[in-house]
T-cell receptor, first 113, second 112 residues
Framework: KAGVTQTPRYLIKTRGQQVTLSCSPI?????VSWYQQTPGQGLQFLFE???????NKGNFPGRFSGRQFSNSRSEMNVSTLELGDSALYLC????????????FGPGTRLTVT | AQSVSQHNHHVILSEAASLELGCNYSYGGTVNLFWYVQYPGQHLQLLLK??????LVKGIKGFEAEFIKSKFSFNLRKPSVQWSDTAEYFC??????????FGAGTRLFVKA
């Protein structure tokens, strides 16, 4: 079956702009988690969604938000972009919980100039 | 706060050398433990996992890990590395609460 897909793959934005990233999980997976990956920091947890509900959120400012649709597809939004938001944003899907095995997408590389 | 520590950020080995990557976590309750690997240019993928039972778990490509509850550790091992094992390795811990915490990663470079 198809893996986790993320769009767009690359994005260049200017400080102050906003951006929306999209994630389509593996068919049948209902849990979607988002992570920010930067060199030396590993993966920092952003939030997790299940059945259109956010069940947990990481320690990121309110500029980072997300949502999940009834088909389990998820989007994350970052408003008022800062240079420090430049990173690889990864989406991972799992059957019911991030405690299950997670399947990762290729990520969206965001560069803020 | 719950955290995951990976002791080595960069490791360089020659082919056929043995590998051990350390991982410690801070949480006293029940955990699910994972090692994920990211080969150059590829997605993160699961290497192995521990949920319960035998604390010595085997994964793909000859990797294994041992869960030592008393030490809050889940170290990754491989008896003989190959050039193709060059990758970044992440330890991850799920403590409940719909959140998995990842370590900072260890970059392994294997010299041919």
């Amino acid at each position: 079956k198809a893996g986790v897909t993320q769009t767009p793959r690359y994005l260049i934005k200017t400080r102050g702009q906003q951006v929306t990233l999209s994630c389509s999980p593996i068919s049948g997976h209902r849990s979607v988690s988002w992570y920010q990956q930067t060199p030396g920091q590993g993966l920092q947890f952003l939030f997790e969604y299940f059945s259109e509900t956010q069940r947990n959120k990481g320690n990121f400012p309110g500029r980072f938000s997300g949502r999940q649709f009834s088909n389990s597809r998820s989007e994350m939004n970052v408003s008022t972009l800062e240079l420090g938001d430049s990173a690889l944003y990864l989406c991972a899907s799992s059957l019911d919980s991030p405690g299950d095995e997670q399947y990762f997408g290729p990520g969206t590389r965001l560069t803020v100039t | 706060a719950q955290s995951v520590s990976q002791h080595n950020h960069h490791v360089i080995l020659s082919e056929a050398a043995s590998l051990e990557l350390g991982c410690n976590y801070s949480y006293g309750g029940t955990v699910n433990l994972f090692w994920y690997v990211q080969y150059p240019g590829q997605h993160l993928q699961l290497l192995l996992k521990y949920f319960s039972g035998d604390p010595l778990v085997k994964g793909i490509k000859g990797f294994e890990a041992e869960f030592i509850k008393s030490k809050f550790s889940f170290n990754l091992r491989k008896p003989s590395v190959q050039w193709s094992d060059t990758a970044e390795y992440f330890c991850a811990v799920h403590t409940g609460g719909f959140k998995t915490i990842f370590g900072a990663g260890t970059r392994l470079f294997v010299k041919a």
